[in-house]
Antibody, heavy 119, light 107 residues
Framework: EVQVLESGGGLVQPGGSLRLSCAASGFTFSSYDMNWVRQAPGKGLEWVSGISGSGGKTYYADSVKGRFTISRDNSRNTLYLQMNSLRAEDTAGYYC????????????WGQGTTVTVSS | DIQMTQSPSSVSASVGDRVTITCRASQGINNWLAWYQQKPGRAPRLLIYAASGLQSGVPSRFSGSGSGTDFTLTINSLQPEDFATYYCQQGNNFPFTFGPGTKVDMK
């Protein structure tokens, strides 16, 4: 059974840092692109970042470019999101999502982890 | 960046109704479009990939169509569990972008 499970969310002050993790199981992790998607309270979905299966290609939304870094450890089947210089507008639930192979679509999602940026 | 729009922003419908949601991309995206369903407090669920592919486990009353810039999600014979918010997402160019969502609620 495919599972992805996020962790690492919490309360952080503006300007602070946080690292999210996503533990994956039930599929060949290194074969699939992975993504982070966030949702601010009461708002819609916002794609944040994506990474290729090998980790060699990374992509970011303009809103986080230069502040967030996506990475993966295929030996540990784990995806990461390092978030620096956090702002109040980064407050959201953050989802880890597995990409489908060769076509558009994120087919397995975690339950999300909440990040609150506040003083 | 590619902008995605959806219409309507909300729709009130009854069980058994046919519901149609449209999604438009600001530039052509071929068939690189997905549809998701999200219920309050839950993670999104993939319904349709590549504009018209039905994701495994999704009921056949859901269907997608379109190519280029204009796409449609149709729910035939709306069921009680279908009341939710629906999002389209383009995967043709990075950054990926979602539409603003369409809320389907009970009439």
């Amino acid at each position: 059974e495919v599972q992805v499970l996020e962790s690492g969310g919490g309360l952080v002050q503006p300007g602070g840092s946080l690292r999210l993790s996503c533990a994956a199981s039930g599929f060949t992790f290194s074969s699939y692109d992975m993504n982070w998607v966030r949702q601010a309270p009461g708002k819609g979905l916002e794609w944040v970042s994506g990474i290729s299966g090998s980790g060699g290609k990374t992509y970011y939304a303009d809103s986080v470019k230069g502040r967030f870094t996506i990475s993966r450890d295929n030996s540990r089947n784990t995806l990461y999101l390092q978030m620096n210089s956090l702002r109040a507008e980064d407050t959201a639930g953050y989802y880890c999502a597995k990409g489908k192979m060769l076509v558009v679509g994120m087919d397995f999602w975690g339950q999300g982890t909440t990040v609150t940026v506040s003083s | 960046d590619i902008q995605m729009t959806q219409s309507p922003s909300s729709v009130s419908a009854s069980v058994g109704d046919r519901v149609t949601i449209t999604c438009r991309a600001s530039q052509g995206i071929n068939n690189w479009l997905a549809w998701y369903q999200q219920k309050p407090g839950r993670a999104p669920r993939l319904l349709i990939y590549a504009a018209s592919g039905l994701q495994s486990g999704v009921p056949s009353r859901f269907s997608g169509s379109g190519s280029g810039t204009d796409f449609t999600l149709t729910i035939n014979s709306l069921q009680p569990e279908d009341f939710a918010t629906y999002y389209c997402q383009q995967g043709n160019n990075f950054p990926f972008t979602f539409g603003p969502g369409t809320k389907v609620d009970m009439k």
